[in-house]
């Protein structure tokens, strides 16, 4: 059941984690998950790079790396004949800051918890 938000209280926080489902259902696959650790690395790399000793097809390693582009998480270039994958920063970032609300209200609620029964 989805929260109400409603509440005053709880508006400005859904509005501060709108877009950042999309970013979590990418990094929610273990394969993609696994691409963006490659990818934090640094440097651009090939699909050739990225499937080098995996059992996973370029092919699926493709559809992978479209679903983190879609997410803003990856981008990619075009060097001759060859498609070059690099990580984006800027988009994990803002997953971060959507976590850092998430924590900073439920430790409120915990601390209004804590009062209520120490009162």
Do not use: N, Y
Request: proline share 3%.
């Amino acid at each position: 059941m989805a929260p109400d938000t409603s509440s005053p209280s709880l508006l400005p926080v859904a509005a501060s984690l709108d877009g950042s489902a999309m970013i979590f259902a990418a990094l929610g696959d273990e394969t993609r998950l696994r691409l963006v650790a490659i990818l934090c690395g640094g440097g651009a790399l090939s699909i050739t790079q990225l499937t080098l000793g995996t059992d996973i097809s370029r092919q699926a390693v493709t559809k992978h790396l479209q679903v983190l582009a879609q997410a803003g998480l990856v981008r990619d270039a075009k060097l001759g004949r060859e498609r070059l994958w690099a990580f984006e920063p800027g988009r994990l970032a803002e997953a971060r800051r959507s976590l850092e609300v998430i924590s900073q209200q439920w430790d409120q609620a915990l601390g209004q918890l804590q009062t209520f029964v120490e009162s």
